[in-house]
């Protein structure tokens, strides 16, 4: 029945790996939710060749959003930024490995699109970096 | 007994919600069900007498004619209006506040003049009047509500003070739940030479309200919160005030006369309904009226009562839950929880795979919730075809999520 | 053959006015009939996934939302918009225009600024700039129509001498069947600085239309007009205006966050969207488009021009009646007729009482008819479900109408 | 088929008795109806005890007003003008001999409505005095 609520989801909820400020960082982007007014802010450590050698979020969100922000900082270290602008949202849906109506993808959503703003160098997250 | 005798009236409450798991709709406060008489009216019309309204001279003109305006007496009667020219049909209470914003507001109000509000407004009775405050220099105020989620009269009678034009408020929030005491509220408006708008977007779909009674100057609802269709609603207001009111949208229908430069509005309630009407809305409408009438709005709200009295009870059992809004009794069936181990959201999508509609979210009312220093909430909303069975349900869909984020 | 399979989809059409006596059902310009799967729609939105949309995570919450806005991207395609951020459910037509006039008009139009009318236009593209006019001393100038109905486009490249802001116009005309040459009036309004919107309310209903091709910047129309439900319409806006746009209302779903006293907008098209919106209209709506798509807007106008050809042809048998508007061939399915020896009101009477249903008075077009000097005329309007059988019978009808006053 | 459209009706609309002007007159008033753009004049003369000497009428109108209005001002010749005032839809419904929906209702109270408000003197038609 709980489909959605996978052990990792709520594991990773209750017990996040990545949530933590990084101070310095190279790259730190925040944005939010309002719908549910959720809170999301994300910090990157990136080498000279673009490699992402550290990742941290905080905020605060559902265990989706949550969820989905602390695997995320876990796959894109070690990662180039290059790669990290071409992920997509079927990225995140393979990591939480459950699929979302339209509420909640916003959700899961909310840290690639804080991820992409921050390594793109916006001014302003958009939806549009996170749709297919 | 009498409740289940209401709920076999909603098809949609034979729904299951996945194969074997039924659905338990308890989100009544964002939009409610509708009964087979409302959705057969409805189909009647497309079927047997949709025709353009007022203009035309031919039968089926002339049938749709007499359905609408006889719908409009009917919701007329519903609220006590003192007569059909008082009740203009709009979109929903969204709507009727805008009319009044921009007709009512742009013409009454100036630079400096105060209209008072509430901290427990639903966006549609904030935003209007933000946008006519930053435009015109209108001031805000703002009656506080208590930590058990009351207004502060107190404070009220201190805001008259400040000798405002208007004081517009919600007759029951949305969100905790509280039933103003609209009369009092508007009795000491009057007293301080203020008129008065009722957001009675949840009152009127759940208690008995009179607009004679309350000495309401407007007052604002929505069909879809009262067994009825989408896109239709109602502004109320006292005939010499409307009178007095410019026209807000131009068009057909709202005219008299119509030259290349100028216009002369027709009589009310025609003055403020421009273009063609939502016909078969205001036709389902009627039937809405006529299916809670013939209830009784007592007995709607006996249900509800006994409803959130039993839920208020059993949530009691979980530490976890805190609630938003006064205690059962001096309040509808809405219940907002609040759990520190599970987001809102969470706790709605784990109560939907239990086959439970509720919502979480800031419902329209974000000022209310950053008062109580929530990000969001998750509302459990009762209407006459909900069942102490499923409150048994939620209760047990809660254990479900208490136990999963523990 | 292919008329009356269509005609089969009309519920209503098999409706006797008195037993014994068919609907000849000739007022579509005024509001159509709706095909089964039109009502159909509606009908199991109400009894299987009724849900206020946009924030709710629970089952029913979620296909209501993907049902109204997948109904959206079917009128995005219909209109060929380049996305479903430039398409904004209003009312109807008529809301659409006054969106336009109070959003985009008092923001952008100032004292002594020129919009062009033409004398040709329904009230609903009279009447907003009227009440804006009067607000911020606006010129209002107007493209003169010659006595067989058309515009005069010489006259109208004189007006934008005067460097208009904005040229509205009507892309049919609802009294006269002219269908203006819009892409030509629309490259001439941008050569000479202007925006254009254009009244489709009319238009979208009978034959292709792209807003593409139009490069229009507004354009407005009515589902109700088109197989679809009354109390939803649209208004198509180019994004980067509606961008620049104000809010219009303000209340829920138009924002993206609250405070007590000020808010932020939500982003296209939602900003315009304030308030439970019109979700089973919308469904509805849809699913006349997906009708009409079916069919192919290229056949609907072949049915009407067969029809209206056919009609003017037959007419002439009557001297006594003399016609509104220009030639068939350039012209829509509209047929308005003065009779010197019989009222308007008298002739369309007199038809009812045959079972045919035609429109009398000004509809909504008053300066048009001042401008052809008769007070009201009688019109009977065509669309995908008429036969040539019903031209007939409405000779046959005004053949008794003649017979009766003469 | 034709019930509306009785003898007299026809009859009256085609060759009124009394649409004419009167001149001098002792009270004169004129309304439209906007919706069709029929418009109606009415002029009585009255006697010093308020009883109604002669009535005309003239303007434009569909066959339904125009015929009403002949049939009223014959009606209320001879009577006085508190009489007049005590008139009803109902009275003009039974001059017509015909029902009437809503919209042609108003075409056929316009006379009346004309009168009355000349009788009672008001600077302004309204429905409100023909509605019973
Ligand atoms: C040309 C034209 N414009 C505008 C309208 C107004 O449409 P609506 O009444 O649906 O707003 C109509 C129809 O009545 C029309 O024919
Ligand atoms: C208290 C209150 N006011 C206003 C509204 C707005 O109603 P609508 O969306 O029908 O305009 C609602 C419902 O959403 C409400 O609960």
């Known amino acids: 029945m709980d489909d959605l609520y996978r052990e990792i989801i709520i594991e990773r909820y209750k017990d996040p790996q990545f949530k933590k400020e990084?101070?310095?960082?190279?790259?730190?982007?925040?944005d939010e939710n309002p719908l549910c007014g959720d809170q999301l802010r994300v910090d990157l450590r990136v080498d000279e060749t673009g490699m992402i050698t550290d990742a941290g979020f905080s905020g605060h969100g559902c265990a989706i959003s949550q969820a989905s922000a602390d695997l995320l900082m876990e796959s894109i270290?070690?990662?180039?930024?290059?790669?990290?602008?071409?992920?997509?949202?079927?990225?995140?849906l393979d990591l939480l490995?459950?699929?979302?109506g339209p509420?909640?993808?916003?959700?899961?959503?909310?840290?690639?699109?804080?991820?992409?703003?921050?390594?793109?160098?916006?001014g302003e997250a958009s939806d549009a970096l996170v749709e297919d | 007994m009498k409740v289940k005798s209401y709920r076999a009236d909603f098809p949609i409450l034979m729904r299951d919600v996945k194969p074997g798991l039924p659905l338990v709709y308890l989100d009544s406060a964002a939009t409610s069900q509708k009964p087979e008489v409302v959705i057969t009216a409805m189909d009647n019309y497309y079927r047997s007498m949709n025709a353009n309204i007022h203009r035309g001279v031919h039968t089926l003109a002339e049938e749709a004619t007499a359905a609408y305006e006889s719908a409009r007496a009917k919701i007329s009667r519903f609220i006590d209006a003192g007569s059909t020219r008082e009740v203009i049909f709009t979109r929903n209470?969204?709507?009727?506040?805008?009319?009044v914003a921009y007709s009512w507001g742009r013409k009454f109000l100036k630079d400096g003049d105060v209209v008072i509000l509430t901290e427990m407004e639903h966006h549609a009775n904030l935003v209007p009047w933000q946008i006519l405050a930053s435009e015109k220099n209108i001031k805000l105020e703002f009656i506080p509500v208590s930590d058990d989620g009351l207004l502060d009269l107190a404070a009220y009678k201190d805001?008259?003070?400040?000798?405002?034009?208007?004081?517009?408020?919600?007759?029951?929030?949305?969100?905790?739940?509280?039933?103003?005491p609209a009369k009092e509220i508007i009795d000491l408006a009057h007293l301080a030479g203020a008129l008065t708008l009722v957001d009675a977007a949840q009152s009127v779909p759940h208690f008995p309200v009179s607009v004679k009674d309350l000495d309401a100057d407007f007052l604002a609802f929505s069909a879809h919160k009262m067994c009825g269709p989408t896109a239709i609603g109602v502004l109320y207001g006292k005939e010499n005030l409307l009178t007095a009111m410019p026209p807000f949208m131009g068009g057909g229908d709202m005219i008299r006369k119509v030259a290349l430069r100028s216009f002369s509005p027709n009589e009310l309630p025609y003055k403020f309904e421009a273009g063609t009407p939502a016909i078969a809305e205001v036709i389902g409408f009627g039937a809405a009226v006529d299916y809670l009438s013939g209830i009784g709005m007592e007995n709607v709200q006996a249900v509800e009562e006994e409803l959130i009295t039993y839920a208020m009870e059993q949530v009691r059992q979980f530490p976890q839950i805190s609630l938003l809004g006064p205690d059962a009794?001096?309040?509808g069936g809405v219940l907002s929880m609040v759990m520190d181990i599970a987001h809102p959201h969470d706790v709605a999508q784990i109560l939907d795979q239990h086959g439970i509609a509720v919502r979480a979210g800031h419902h329209c009312a974000m000022p209310l919730h950053t008062r109580f220093q929530v990000p969001a909430s998750t509302r459990a909303s009762f209407y006459l075809y909900n069942t102490p069975e499923e409150v048994d349900k939620l209760m047990a869909g809660l254990a479900h999520v208490i136990k999963l984020f523990s």
């Open chain 2, 329 to 331: 009794g001096s309040k």
């Open chain 1, 77 to 92: 270290i070690g990662k180039n930024i290059e790669e990290v602008k071409k992920m997509t949202k079927q990225d995140i």
């Open chain 2, 159 to 180: 805001l008259l003070k400040l000798e405002p034009k208007l004081v517009s408020f919600t007759h029951m929030s949305n969100v905790l739940g509280t039933i103003n």
């Open chain 2, 93 to 99: 209470t969204t709507e009727s506040i805008n009319l």
């Open chain 1, 22 to 30: 990084l101070d310095p960082h190279d790259i730190s982007f925040e």
């Open chain 1, 103 to 122: 509420v909640r993808l916003k959700c899961a959503l909310l840290s690639l699109k804080v991820v992409k703003a921050g390594v793109y160098g916006l």
């Open chain 1, 97 to 100: 490995g459950i699929e979302l």
